[in-house]
T-cell receptor, first 113, second 112 residues
Framework: DAGVIQSPRHEVTEMGQEVTLRCKPISGHNSLFWYRQTMMRGLELLIYFNNNVPIDDSGMPEDRFSAKMPNASFSTLKIQPSEPRDSAVYFC???????????FGSGTRLTVV | DAKTTQPPSMDCAEGRAANLPCNHSTISGNEYVYWYRQIHSQGPQYIIHGLKNNETNEMASLIITEDRKSSTLILPHATLRDTAVYYCIVRVATGNTGKLIFGQGTTLQVKP
């Protein structure tokens, strides 16, 4: 089991550009979560999906952020246009019917300059 | 979900037991206590969870008071690799549904 796979690991982009972060959950897991972590705000839940359906997106900061889960094995978090205050580490996590905790990916470190 | 209170930081000597407290005085009857930790630059890692009975696994032990208003995570023989931020979270256990909301946690520094 390769765990939750996120790509890219690091992303540096210029303000105004579109950024797409990717996540592959653990096979068989049916819930997927996107988190953002900064020094000031800690770990914040942005959105989560159950069975590919968005359940709660109340943590998404602005309309510039959008997330999709087209199938059980892939999700994207898109920021358009990106701003310097979006700089953070973005984590994806998944869990399944058999409770074994939430498994987090290694994160994507985003820097917007 | 009930709110938790943890000390911002703690130190522990290598090889000794690390006891991390958590206060959750407003916990409801159907809410579980979960512990996660985050080692620097990595994603959070699940440690253990419990409802009212003490729990033990290969990583740690969880002691919950009888009134369930507080709990203690015990790492029996702390190593340098246990240096991390430890999060205590209270939430309703609805299987794989629902949010996991992280607070500020306790930064545990294990010293040689």
């Amino acid at each position: 089991d390769a765990g939750v796979i996120q790509s890219p690991r690091h992303e540096v982009t210029e303000m105004g550009q579109e950024v797409t972060l990717r996540c592959k959950p653990i096979s068989g897991h049916n819930s997927l979560f996107w988190y953002r972590q900064t020094m000031m705000r800690g770990l914040e839940l942005l959105i989560y999906f159950n069975n590919n359906v968005p359940i709660d997106d109340s943590g998404m900061p602005e309309d510039r952020f959008s997330a999709k889960m087209p199938n059980a094995s892939f999700s994207t978090l898109k920021i358009q246009p990106s701003e310097p205050r979006d700089s953070a580490v973005y984590f994806c996590a998944s869990t399944g019917f058999k409770w074994d905790g939430y498994t987090f990916g290694s994160g994507t470190r985003l820097t917007v300059v | 979900d009930a709110k938790t209170t943890q000390p911002p930081s703690m130190d522990c000597a290598e090889g000794r037991a690390a006891n991390l407290p958590c206060n959750h005085s407003t916990i409801s009857g159907n809410e579980y206590v979960y512990w996660y930790r985050q080692i620097h630059s990595q994603g959070p890692q699940y440690i253990i969870h419990g409802l009212k009975n003490n729990e033990t696994n290969e990583m740690a032990s969880l002691i919950i008071t009888e009134d369930r208003k507080s709990s203690t995570l015990i790492l029996p023989h702390a190593t340098l690799r246990d240096t991390a931020v430890y999060y205590c979270i209270v939430r309703v256990a609805t299987g794989n549904t629902g949010k996991l909301i992280f607070g500020q946690g306790t930064t545990l520094q294990v010293k040689p």
